[in-house]
Nanobody, 119 residues
């Protein structure tokens, strides 16, 4: 079973940068996707970026050119480098892993880390 631990959130000024990390423990065989979602107060979860098992990367339009997703070679850790941060990036960011299972897939979520962009 997969456990996800997030780190790297905090308070940053507009235009600043943060790097989020998500470390996975347990079995990560047959991973379909790894990535990040976020949720601002009063809003639904929003996909930020994912890496699929075949290597395809997806970004939300709102973060293209500013955020970069990456993972280590063993696929134990996924990162989100966030540059040129804006106040509208303020949200709780959640790490996400989807693992293939018999007759379907299992979803795993990190505990969330707060990102606040403010002067």
């Amino acid at each position: 079973q997969v456990q996800l631990v997030e780190s790297g959130g905090g308070l940053v000024q507009p235009g600043g940068s943060l790097r989020l990390s998500c470390a996975a423990s347990g079995s990560i065989f047959s991973v379909n996707a790894m990535g990040w979602y976020r949720q601002a107060p009063g809003k639904q979860l929003e996909l930020v970026s994912t890496i699929l098992s075949g290597g395809r990367i997806n970004y939300a339009d709102s973060v293209k050119g500013r955020f970069t997703i990456s993972r280590d070679s063993a696929e134990n850790t996924v990162f989100l480098q966030m540059n040129s941060l804006k106040p509208e990036d303020t949200a709780v960011y959640y790490c996400y892993v989807q693992k293939s299972a018999r007759w379907g897939a299992n979803d795993y979520w990190g505990q969330g880390t707060q990102v606040t962009v403010s002067s």
